[in-house]
């Protein structure tokens, strides 16, 4: 029988979250191998913190492979040829260990100590847990449905739209994290929003549409095609990345330099939509880029108003 990935912790309401699961129904079994007989599953919307380790251990579990291929090490960013070699995690220029990894191979002998710690801790991890429920990564583009809950939760009856590009809710509160639980949804946040979806689909899209095309035109001309990782995209580049079909258009980025995540607005040409996507700094992605000729004429980028 497979089992589902589930968070574990001590404390019923806050504290450190694990991700795990339980065999024969009772015995908690983590994949970090963090071992207490008082672990006990939680809900998804607590207001728990998830292990830094089992935070890359779902990332390994869920995250596709990059379609270009990958090698098994990689080297830290920055760091020279003689440096430990790292193991990466699937998708993303980012090691086991967590550390953030240069998109070239290593020839290092050397291993990261605790690259290998968390490679053997997560094999013996599955041979134990056996067939897993393969869960759900996170989701490339945001659904617009979902409702966000303020820091500190203490309301978890309203929910709220964010602002991708702001961080914020639309009201200007502080989120802590999507809140499916929220039974209405607040006023002033549904209002601004409103207005700001008219303004995308009267000027954005449409100026987002004409530049795909006009992009679509140029094939591989006059275009860079590298890997690199989302926290370098910038506006007027075109992405792909594994798990989706999908090219993405940047259409407007946030400059929030010490988040882990990057807030884009994006152009999808395959449903002819603006989007939010919300992806990983360390994710590894196909950029396409332009190369301008000096002296020609450049195509003006979009703007979100």
């Not at 759900?136 to 309301?155: K, T, Y």
Request: with cysteine; aromatic share 4%.
């Amino acid at each position: 029988m497979s089992l589902p990935l589930i968070r574990l912790a001590i404390g019923r309401t806050n504290g450190t979250a694990h991700l795990g699961v339980l065999l024969n129904g009772a015995q908690p079994l983590t994949a970090c191998a963090t071992h207490s007989p008082d672990l006990q599953p939680i809900g998804e919307n607590t207001a728990h913190g998830l292990c830094q380790s089992c935070t890359r251990a779902w990332l390994i579990l869920t995250t596709e492979s990059h379609s270009g291929g990958e090698p098994d090490f990689r080297p830290a960013a920055g760091a020279g040829k003689s440096a430990a070699a790292h193991r990466p995690i699937p998708g993303h220029l980012l090691g086991y260990c967590g550390k953030s990894l240069d998109d070239r191979a290593s020839t290092a002998r050397r291993v990261c100590v605790n690259c290998s710690r968390l490679s053997t801790v997560l094999d013996a991890f599955r041979s134990r847990a056996g067939e897993l429920v393969r869960p759900s990564g996170e989701p490339c583009h945001v659904d617009d449905s979902v409702l966000w809950a303020p820091s500190g939760r203490g309301n978890l009856v309203t929910g709220h739209r964010r602002d991708a590009l702001v961080g914020t809710s639309w009201c200007a509160q502080q989120l802590s994290g999507p809140n499916a639980d929220a039974s209405q949804e607040c006023g002033v946040c549904r209002r601004i929003w409103q207005e700001a979806e008219v303004t995308r689909q009267t000027y954005t899209l449409p100026r987002a549409r004409e530049r795909a095309r006009w992009w679509h035109q140029r094939q591989d001309r006059d275009l860079d095609v590298f890997d690199d990782h989302a926290g370098a995209l910038q506006v007027g580049d075109a992405y792909s990345l594994s798990g989706c079909a999908e090219t993405h258009h940047v259409v407007a980025a946030a400059d929030r330099i010490r988040d882990s995540h990057r807030d884009l607005v994006v152009y999808l040409p395959g449903g002819d939509r603006i989007a939010d996507a919300r992806v990983h700094c360390d994710r590894l992605v196909a950029v396409q880029r332009p190369s301008y000729v000096p002296g020609a004429m450049r195509q003006p980028t979009p703007r979100v108003p």
